[in-house]
């Protein structure tokens, strides 16, 4: 069981707009902690899609924003498209006694319809 | 542009021990503003934290696994390596190194991981 919880999967047709959502608790989202996310293209090794809660790394798209309330956090494709069919995470740090330093989010598969 | 790249066994037998390496390219790992970590994902599962380490030398390990691991540096070959002891079948994964922006703890560059898997 991960720390952020993530939905398995969302879905959504070409052109549409779907968000995901990561809820942590007081010891990492809600701490104020910035929220990573990661996209892992079938095969391929995780890319950093959006840093320090909604910064996007050069050649990371518009399509793709995320934004942070309270303990929870998400992340927004907009226009989507087949390319964007993938796994997201969502990241942070995280200060509980019993937590980890790093914390991911058990992972969203989007499809694309 | 960072590019990190694993190496080591792809097939390790049940009770030995697994050594993979991560050598890192277009930039000096011995940067103070970064940490150089290993995650794991098993088959079908999710991202997996180990551990990192930082060119001192100093390491932080995820509580959550059991102390098997071991996570070192070698600032003279621009690479850092993990160890796991004792392995077993659930140690079958795709083992990524990336390092880690210390101060936002995002993972910014990743290799491209290696999957290893326990068998005899």
């Known amino acids: 069981q991960s720390v952020l919880t993530q939905p398995p999967s969302v879905s959504g047709a070409p052109g549409q707009r779907v968000t995901i959502s990561c809820t942590g608790s007081?010891?990492?989202?809600?701490?104020?902690?910035?929220v990573h996310w990661y996209q892992q293209l079938p095969g391929a090794a995780p890319k950093l899609l959006i840093s320090g809660d909604n910064d996007r790394p050069s050649g990371v798209p518009d399509r793709f924003s995320g934004s942070k309330s309270g303990t929870s956090a998400s992340l927004a494709i907009t226009g989507l498209q087949a390319e964007d069919e993938a796994d997201y995470y969502c990241q942070a740090y995280d200060t509980s006694l019993t937590g980890s330093d790093v914390v991911f989010g058990g992972g969203t598969k989007l499809t694309v319809l | 542009q960072v590019q990190l790249q694993e190496s080591g066994p792809g097939l390790v037998k049940p009770s030995q021990t697994l050594s993979l390496k991560c050598t890192v390219s277009?930039?000096?790992?011995?940067?103070?503003?970064?940490?150089w970590s290993w995650i794991r994902q098993r088959p079908g599962k999710g991202l997996e934290w180990i551990g990192y380490?930082?060119?001192?030398?100093?390491?932080y390990y995820n509580p959550s696994l059991k102390s098997r691991f071991a996570i070192s540096i070698d600032t003279s070959k621009n690479q850092f390596s993990l160890r796991l002891s004792s392995v077993t079948a659930a140690d079958t994964a795709v083992y990524f190194c990336a390092r880690v922006v210390r101060t936002s703890r995002k993972f910014d560059f990743w290799g491209q991981g290696t999957l290893v898997t326990v068998s005899s």
């Open positions: 277009g930039g000096s790992i011995n940067s103070g503003g970064y940490d």
């Open positions: 380490v930082h060119y001192s030398g100093s390491t």
């Open positions: 007081r010891s990492n989202i809600g701490a104020g902690y910035d």
